[in-house]
Each structure stands twice: as structure tokens, then as C-alpha cells.
């Protein structure tokens, strides 16, 4: 049976949403996903023709002049500048249900992850747009995926979906985007899940950092949500120099090590290279899985790269098949955090995908993916991302068990985003 917990209504529609609907209802007339797409492509420019492409990409080099050089010589905007809705109709416009439905006759969460990339990039825009033009001079791209949340375990694919957003924190050169989703049935919205981005400003050429318009702020509710993007920051710092990467495991860390391996040793040897899997449980080594995707022109961003939200839905797919061979059951998706755009794809790369069960607890589990691409050339490998899933399945699962100190650390790191996820899903 599926613990409910995970999905609770009573907290799902957070006070941004309904602040922002409330506030700017009809200012903003809303748009489909594909208006979206389009929309993007004229304010950088961009070429729908791949062989115009490069010429397109040269001619924004003259747009540096465009560029300002401090940030108080550009003009502030307001939280309500930037706000968009966005309509996916599902319901309404029956041809475009089958690129969002997967084989459990609900939509593909991939997807979604898709529009929430491409709707984050257009809201920044819209937070700075440039009065001077219609092309903007910014390449604005997506630097993380803070986290997401859901409050429903299936999207229906028969229904009209909203999304809403905004910029909710702004820095010198970087922005906080959140989003929430909604879905239409029984005559209402209902919400579907909350996202939180940030993107990045660069100049023309997608090569240094950029100044973006400031923010000002209306009411303590804005306030409130401005000073949750001050803590998110905060918190991503804390938790980038507590990596298992660069600090050794807390004490309460190494004791659950140290159980792991107490409970996994021959009691007729006992020696320090004999270890036997306990009943139930399955080593960390045998559950994986990977994957391969050759990067066409297909997949490529208004700047000649491979699209993050293709990447996220690729990485999301092969996790969700990994949870789902492990657990022999069917996985839902209860949040994905902390994923960082760490290089860009180029187009025609080798893009290597390694699922990995990490850490699980009852009936969930905790999937990281690794991203890399690999040049045949010179046979070298370099991380573009890392994503992090968490699942809940069907029926109780096998615990994953740990050999090596390197999988010990994986476990780790997985209790950590597990342990994160709990405490952003389930209401107190």
C-alpha cells in the first residue's frame, strides 16, 4: 500500500501561489507551453534552422553594448513583473496527450520537467527584459535545480494543467524562480506540485556573468518569500562545504557505517574481508543502471547547447527505471533536488547516464543519476550533472547495503537528500 503521507493536501497550495493568482489576476494573459518555446527564441534571436543557427549565435555578439555595467544602472522590477501563467491543455486540445502520457495512463513526469526548464528561463526574461529591444543581451541559463515537491502521486493526462511563476529572489547576477503546478478537475484548480530554480545571467555569448535588474518588494508576503531565497542560498553553501566530498561523516554518520558493516560480517570467519548480505537486502553494487544518448541537433537550447530540461527528462526516466527494476514495482516521484548544471552539453556529445540506487527506507528509495560526457578523441570523461530522486514504490523494498567505503558515502549522501526530501514533503 502507498503511505499517504507523502501526499497530504492540507498544506500543497503554499501562500506564493495564491498570492500571486490572486494579485496579478488578469494582468497576464496565459500562454501555451509552445508560445512559451517560441517566445524564447525571438528575445535571444535564435534560429529555428540548424545550419542558420551559428550565424544566428555570431550576430548577438553586437549586443554587448547593451549590457550594463552595474547593477544600479538598471531598473527594478517587481515580483508581479515576472509573474506568467502557462497553459498545458490536456483536456481542451486532445492531439497533444500523447507525447505527455506514459504507460500508466498518466503524464510523464519527464516532460514536465521539460516546461518547468523552459518556463523558468522565459520568467527571468521577463524580470529583465530590456526596454531598448525585443532581443535581450542576457543568456539566461539554468544553473540548479533547487528542489521539487509533490503533493499528488498521479498527473492525469485527460486534464487542462497550469503553471504559474515568478522570480522570488534576486542577487547580482543570478535569480530564484518559483513554480507551482496545477491541474483542472471537479471544476477547480488543484495543485500538483512546487518548484524552486535558479538561473543565471551571462552576457551575449553565453561566456561571463551578468548584472540583473534588483528586486523590490511590495508586502511582508513578498518580504517573507524574498528572505526564503536568502536561506535557500544560505543552505546551499552550508551544505556544499559539509559534503561528503570535503568533510569527513558526522559521528552520527560513521556509527551507521560502522553498523552496516558489523551486521554484514561472516560470524564464522570473522574478518575484516568476509562479509555476507543480510537477508532481504541486496548489494549497492548490483543495482544500477545505464544508459547511453547520442546528442542531435534535435535536443539543442536558444543557445546551441543541449537543452537541460532534456537532460533532466532523460536522467529522470533512467532513474525511475532503476527504482522500478529494483523495487519490482511501480515507482512515483516525491521529489527531486539539488541537481547542478555543472558544464553544458555540446551537440554530437557522448552523453554517459549512471542510475544508482543509494539509500531506502521502507518503501522508498533514493536514485542519484550521473551525467558525463565522453569525447571519443581523446578518450576523456568530465560530470555535467548529478540528479537527485526520490521515490515511493508500490510495495516494500529491499534494503540496499553498502560494500565499499565509496558506496558507504553514497549511501550517506542518498540518507541526506532522503532525509531532506521527508522533512519539505510531510506536514508536520
Avoid at 518588494?217 to 562545504?241: H, M, Y
Avoid at 523495487?327 to 557522448?350: H, T, W
Avoid at 565499499?404 to 532522503?418: A, N, Q
Wanted: aromatic residues 8%.
Amino acid at each position: 500500500m502507498l503511505s499517504p503521507r507523502w501526499f497530504s493536501l492540507s498544506k500543497a497550495c503554499p501562500p506564493l501561489a495564491r498570492m500571486l493568482t490572486s494579485s496579478t489576476s488578469g494582468s497576464q494573459v496565459s500562454q501555451t507551453m509552445e508560445e512559451v518555446r517560441n517566445r524564447l527564441r525571438e528575445i535571444v534571436g535564435a534560429s529555428t534552422n540548424w545550419r542558420d543557427h551559428v550565424q544566428a549565435m555570431n550576430e548577438r555578439k553586437a549586443l554587448h553594448t547593451l549590457l550594463a555595467k552595474n547593477q544600479a544602472d538598471l531598473p527594478p522590477r517587481k515580483m508581479r513583473d515576472s509573474y506568467i501563467e502557462v497553459i498545458l491543455p490536456l483536456g481542451s486540445q486532445p492531439e497533444i496527450r500523447e507525447k505527455y502520457l506514459n504507460v500508466h495512463n498518466s503524464v510523464r513526469f519527464g516532460r514536465i520537467l521539460e516546461d518547468l526548464d523552459s518556463l523558468g528561463v522565459l520568467i527571468c526574461y521577463t524580470h529583465t527584459k530590456h526596454e531598448a529591444g525585443q532581443m535581450s543581451p542576457l543568456s539566461i541559463v539554468t544553473a540548479l535545480v533547487d528542489k521539487i515537491g509533490l503533493w499528488k502521486q498521479d498527473i492525469r493526462p485527460d486534464c487542462d494543467i497550469k503553471f504559474v511563476g515568478n522570480v522570488s529572489w534576486v542577487g547580482r547576477t543570478s535569480m530564484e524562480v518559483k513554480m507551482h503546478m496545477l491541474q483542472f478537475h471537479d471544476g477547480a484548480y488543484h495543485p500538483v506540485l512546487d518548484a524552486t530554480f535558479v538561473m543565471v545571467a551571462r552576457d551575449p555569448e553565453n561566456k561571463r556573468p551578468a548584472f540583473v535588474n534588483p528586486l523590490i518588494l511590495e508586502s511582508p508576503e513578498e518580504e517573507k518569500i524574498f528572505k526564503e531565497g536568502e536561506a535557500n542560498k544560505t543552505r546551499r553553501v552550508d551544505s556544499s562545504r559539509a559534503s561528503l566530498l570535503k568533510m569527513a561523516p558526522t559521528a552520527e554518520e560513521r556509527n551507521i557505517v560502522h553498523d552496516i558493516f558489523l551486521n554484514t560480517l561472516d560470524p564464522r570467519t570473522v574478518s575484516f574481508r568476509s562479509r555476507l548480505l543480510p537477508p532481504t537486502a541486496v548489494w549497492m553494487e548490483d543495482a544500477k543502471l545505464k544508459g547511453l544518448e547520442i546528442c542531435h541537433p534535435q535536443e539543442r537550447n536558444i543557445f546551441n547547447r543541449i537543452f537541460g530540461g532534456f537532460l533532466m527528462r532523460k536522467a529522470y526516466e533512467l532513474g525511475w527505471a532503476c527504482a522500478y527494476s529494483y523495487g519490482n514495482s511501480r515507482p512515483y516521484v516525491v521529489a527531486v533536488d539539488d541537481i547542478m548544471f555543472q558544464k553544458p552539453v555540446e551537440i554530437g556529445s557522448l552523453l554517459l547516464l549512471s542510475a544508482q540506487v543509494c539509500y531506502t527506507e521502507k518503501n522508498n528509495a533514493q536514485v542519484r543519476v550521473h551525467s558525463e560526457v565522453y569525447d571519443p578523441a581523446t578518450r576523456v570523461h568530465h560530470t555535467t550533472n548529478v540528479f537527485h530522486f526520490t521515490f515511493m514504490l508500490e510495495n516494500e523494498i529491499p534494503s540496499i547495503v553498502p560494500r565499499t567505503y565509496g558506496e558507504s558515502m553514497l549511501y550517506l549522501d542518498g540518507k541526506r537528500h532522503f532525509d531532506s526530501a521527508m522533512k519539505e514533503n510531510i506536514a508536520p
